[in-house]
Protein backbone atom coordinates (compact mmCIF):
# COMPACT_ATOMS: atom_id res chain seq x y z
CA UNK A 1 0.00 0.00 0.00
CA UNK A 2 1.01 3.25 -0.67
CA UNK A 3 0.46 7.08 0.95
CA UNK A 4 1.12 10.67 1.00
CA UNK A 5 0.22 13.29 3.89
CA UNK A 6 0.56 16.60 3.21
CA UNK A 7 -0.13 17.98 6.81
CA UNK A 8 -0.90 21.66 6.09
CA UNK A 9 -3.89 22.85 4.67
CA UNK A 10 -2.37 26.25 3.80
CA UNK A 11 1.54 27.47 3.83
CA UNK A 12 1.64 31.29 4.45
CA UNK A 13 5.00 33.28 3.46
CA UNK A 14 6.20 36.48 2.94
CA UNK A 15 7.52 36.96 -1.10
CA UNK A 16 11.65 36.58 -0.79
CA UNK A 17 11.48 34.52 2.38
CA UNK A 18 12.39 31.03 1.49
CA UNK A 19 9.42 28.75 1.22
CA UNK A 20 8.34 24.78 2.82
CA UNK A 21 5.69 22.73 1.41
CA UNK A 22 5.64 19.40 3.86
CA UNK A 23 5.02 15.75 2.69
CA UNK A 24 5.51 12.49 3.68
CA UNK A 25 4.97 9.37 2.24
CA UNK A 26 4.54 5.54 3.03
CA UNK A 27 5.15 2.83 0.61
CA UNK A 28 6.09 -0.84 0.94
CA UNK A 29 9.52 -1.17 -1.10
CA UNK A 30 11.04 2.31 -2.50
CA UNK A 31 9.52 5.41 -3.61
CA UNK A 32 9.13 7.60 -6.76
CA UNK A 33 7.98 10.88 -5.77
CA UNK A 34 6.78 13.69 -7.19
CA UNK A 35 5.58 17.33 -6.97
CA UNK A 36 2.94 19.55 -9.35
CA UNK A 37 1.65 22.07 -8.96
CA UNK A 38 -2.15 23.55 -9.91
CA UNK A 39 -3.01 27.33 -10.64
CA UNK A 40 -6.70 28.09 -10.40
CA UNK A 41 -9.10 26.27 -13.27
CA UNK A 42 -5.99 24.72 -14.71
CA UNK A 43 -4.39 21.31 -14.87
CA UNK A 44 -1.75 19.92 -12.84
CA UNK A 45 1.82 20.55 -14.01
CA UNK A 46 4.48 18.69 -13.25
CA UNK A 47 7.54 20.29 -11.36
CA UNK A 48 10.30 17.74 -10.29
CA UNK A 49 10.77 14.25 -9.12
CA UNK A 50 12.98 11.78 -7.73
CA UNK A 51 14.07 8.75 -8.79
CA UNK A 52 17.01 7.89 -7.55
CA UNK A 53 20.67 8.99 -6.70
CA UNK A 54 20.99 12.88 -5.46
CA UNK A 55 18.86 13.11 -2.69
CA UNK A 56 18.45 17.07 -3.35
CA UNK A 57 16.28 17.19 -6.59
CA UNK A 58 15.87 20.57 -8.80
CA UNK A 59 12.88 21.20 -10.80
CA UNK A 60 11.19 23.83 -12.61
CA UNK A 61 10.87 27.35 -11.46
CA UNK A 62 13.55 27.42 -9.15
CA UNK A 63 11.98 24.65 -6.93
CA UNK A 64 13.97 21.90 -5.70
CA UNK A 65 13.06 19.46 -3.33
CA UNK A 66 14.81 16.77 -0.68
CA UNK A 67 14.57 13.23 -0.71
CA UNK A 68 15.09 12.13 3.23
CA UNK A 69 14.29 8.18 3.58
CA UNK A 70 14.72 7.92 7.39
CA UNK A 71 11.70 10.70 7.52
CA UNK A 72 10.04 9.38 4.59
CA UNK A 73 9.58 13.00 3.72
CA UNK A 74 9.79 14.75 0.03
CA UNK A 75 9.40 18.34 1.18
CA UNK A 76 9.19 21.22 -1.31
CA UNK A 77 11.38 24.34 -1.33
CA UNK A 78 12.11 27.31 -2.69
CA UNK A 79 14.67 29.94 -1.67
CA UNK A 80 12.94 33.11 -2.21
CA UNK A 81 9.19 33.20 -2.91
CA UNK A 82 7.64 34.74 -5.76
CA UNK A 83 4.17 36.10 -5.39
CA UNK A 84 3.56 34.38 -8.90
CA UNK A 85 4.33 31.19 -6.54
CA UNK A 86 0.73 31.14 -5.36
CA UNK A 87 -0.95 28.17 -5.84
CA UNK A 88 -1.94 24.56 -5.29
CA UNK A 89 0.99 22.03 -4.68
CA UNK A 90 0.46 18.43 -4.75
CA UNK A 91 3.04 15.93 -3.86
CA UNK A 92 2.30 11.63 -5.46
CA UNK A 93 4.16 8.90 -4.51
CA UNK A 94 3.91 5.47 -6.41
CA UNK A 95 5.87 2.22 -5.12
CA UNK A 96 8.71 0.99 -6.94
CA UNK A 97 7.92 -2.48 -6.09
CA UNK A 98 4.32 -3.98 -6.78
CA UNK A 99 4.25 -2.86 -10.51
CA UNK A 100 1.27 -0.61 -10.18
CA UNK A 101 1.75 2.58 -12.14
CA UNK A 102 -1.07 4.41 -10.69
CA UNK A 103 0.09 7.08 -8.64
CA UNK A 104 -1.35 8.35 -4.82
CA UNK A 105 -1.56 11.95 -4.23
CA UNK A 106 -1.73 14.02 -1.41
CA UNK A 107 -4.47 16.33 -0.75
CA UNK A 108 -2.70 19.52 -1.47
CA UNK A 109 -1.40 22.54 0.14
CA UNK A 110 -2.28 26.10 -0.63
CA UNK A 111 1.09 28.28 -0.75
CA UNK A 112 0.00 32.08 -0.49
CA UNK A 113 2.72 34.38 -1.00
CA UNK A 114 1.99 37.75 0.24
CA UNK A 115 3.61 40.90 -1.30
CA UNK B 1 -0.98 21.72 -20.10
CA UNK B 2 1.27 20.69 -23.13
CA UNK B 3 -0.19 17.63 -25.34
CA UNK B 4 -3.48 16.54 -23.51
CA UNK B 5 -6.54 18.92 -24.52
CA UNK B 6 -9.89 18.41 -22.45
CA UNK B 7 -13.22 20.28 -23.85
CA UNK B 8 -15.61 21.89 -23.48
CA UNK B 9 -13.67 24.19 -20.41
CA UNK B 10 -17.11 25.05 -18.88
CA UNK B 11 -20.25 22.21 -19.32
CA UNK B 12 -23.80 22.90 -17.83
CA UNK B 13 -26.23 20.01 -17.59
CA UNK B 14 -29.47 19.51 -15.80
CA UNK B 15 -29.85 17.17 -13.75
CA UNK B 16 -31.08 13.69 -15.31
CA UNK B 17 -28.88 14.26 -18.10
CA UNK B 18 -25.88 12.07 -19.20
CA UNK B 19 -23.06 14.24 -20.32
CA UNK B 20 -19.51 12.89 -22.25
CA UNK B 21 -16.43 15.05 -21.77
CA UNK B 22 -13.19 14.88 -24.12
CA UNK B 23 -10.00 14.10 -23.29
CA UNK B 24 -7.25 13.74 -26.45
CA UNK B 25 -3.75 13.17 -26.10
CA UNK B 26 -1.12 13.27 -28.36
CA UNK B 27 2.19 12.47 -26.86
CA UNK B 28 1.91 9.03 -27.72
CA UNK B 29 1.21 7.69 -23.88
CA UNK B 30 -0.07 4.00 -23.08
CA UNK B 31 -2.16 5.62 -20.23
CA UNK B 32 -4.39 7.81 -19.11
CA UNK B 33 -6.47 8.36 -16.42
CA UNK B 34 -9.65 10.55 -15.19
CA UNK B 35 -9.79 12.47 -12.39
CA UNK B 36 -12.50 14.34 -10.24
CA UNK B 37 -11.53 17.38 -8.02
CA UNK B 38 -13.39 18.86 -5.30
CA UNK B 39 -12.53 21.99 -2.76
CA UNK B 40 -10.22 20.22 -0.17
CA UNK B 41 -10.47 16.94 -1.51
CA UNK B 42 -7.28 16.79 -3.78
CA UNK B 43 -7.66 14.08 -6.74
CA UNK B 44 -9.96 11.32 -6.85
CA UNK B 45 -9.32 8.47 -9.63
CA UNK B 46 -12.36 7.57 -11.79
CA UNK B 47 -10.80 5.35 -14.23
CA UNK B 48 -7.54 4.63 -15.92
CA UNK B 49 -6.58 2.41 -19.00
CA UNK B 50 -3.54 1.00 -19.83
CA UNK B 51 -4.18 -0.30 -23.38
CA UNK B 52 -6.87 0.42 -26.00
CA UNK B 53 -10.06 -1.54 -25.66
CA UNK B 54 -9.30 -2.26 -21.18
CA UNK B 55 -9.84 -0.03 -18.57
CA UNK B 56 -9.77 0.02 -14.75
CA UNK B 57 -12.50 1.42 -12.23
CA UNK B 58 -10.63 3.60 -9.51
CA UNK B 59 -11.87 4.86 -6.36
CA UNK B 60 -15.05 6.27 -7.47
CA UNK B 61 -16.58 4.78 -10.53
CA UNK B 62 -20.10 4.59 -9.68
CA UNK B 63 -22.04 7.40 -12.07
CA UNK B 64 -19.41 7.21 -15.01
CA UNK B 65 -18.39 5.17 -17.86
CA UNK B 66 -15.47 5.49 -20.23
CA UNK B 67 -14.14 4.16 -23.23
CA UNK B 68 -10.91 3.66 -24.70
CA UNK B 69 -11.56 3.00 -28.75
CA UNK B 70 -8.01 4.85 -29.75
CA UNK B 71 -4.91 5.11 -27.89
CA UNK B 72 -4.70 9.36 -27.90
CA UNK B 73 -8.85 9.62 -26.94
CA UNK B 74 -10.12 8.41 -23.65
CA UNK B 75 -13.49 10.03 -23.09
CA UNK B 76 -15.69 10.24 -19.92
CA UNK B 77 -19.63 9.94 -19.29
CA UNK B 78 -21.40 11.01 -16.09
CA UNK B 79 -24.70 9.75 -16.15
CA UNK B 80 -27.30 10.38 -14.18
CA UNK B 81 -26.78 7.90 -11.55
CA UNK B 82 -24.17 10.21 -10.82
CA UNK B 83 -25.44 11.53 -7.16
CA UNK B 84 -23.14 14.73 -6.98
CA UNK B 85 -21.69 15.33 -10.40
CA UNK B 86 -20.86 18.69 -9.63
CA UNK B 87 -16.94 18.70 -9.93
CA UNK B 88 -13.77 19.93 -11.76
CA UNK B 89 -12.23 16.76 -14.27
CA UNK B 90 -9.20 16.22 -14.93
CA UNK B 91 -7.61 13.50 -17.58
CA UNK B 92 -4.25 12.31 -17.70
CA UNK B 93 -1.88 10.50 -19.16
CA UNK B 94 1.49 8.87 -18.63
CA UNK B 95 3.70 6.02 -19.82
CA UNK B 96 3.37 2.81 -18.42
CA UNK B 97 6.53 3.15 -16.05
CA UNK B 98 6.74 3.61 -12.33
CA UNK B 99 9.38 6.55 -12.53
CA UNK B 100 6.95 8.73 -15.55
CA UNK B 101 5.62 11.63 -14.37
CA UNK B 102 1.39 12.26 -15.43
CA UNK B 103 0.44 14.87 -17.88
CA UNK B 104 -2.43 16.95 -16.87
CA UNK B 105 -4.93 18.31 -19.31
CA UNK B 106 -6.97 21.93 -18.63
CA UNK B 107 -9.72 20.27 -16.94
CA UNK B 108 -13.34 21.09 -17.81
CA UNK B 109 -15.48 22.44 -15.12
CA UNK B 110 -18.90 20.24 -14.84
CA UNK B 111 -22.02 21.46 -12.99
CA UNK B 112 -25.33 20.39 -12.70
CA UNK B 113 -28.42 21.95 -11.80
Known amino acids: AQSVAQPEDQVNVAEGNPLTVKCTYSVSGNPYLFWYVQYPNRGLQFLLK??????LVKGSYGFEAEFNKSQTSFHLKKPSALVSDSALYFC?????????????FGRGTSLIVHP | DGGITQSPKYLFRKEGQNVTLSCEQNLNHDAMYWYRQDPGQGLRLIYYSQIVNDFQKGDIAEGYSVSREKKESFPLTVTSAQKNPTAFYLC????????????FGPGTRLTVT
Open chain 2, 92 to 103: ASSQLTNDYEQY
Open chain 1, 50 to 55: YITGDN
Open chain 1, 92 to 104: AVRDRTGGSYIPT
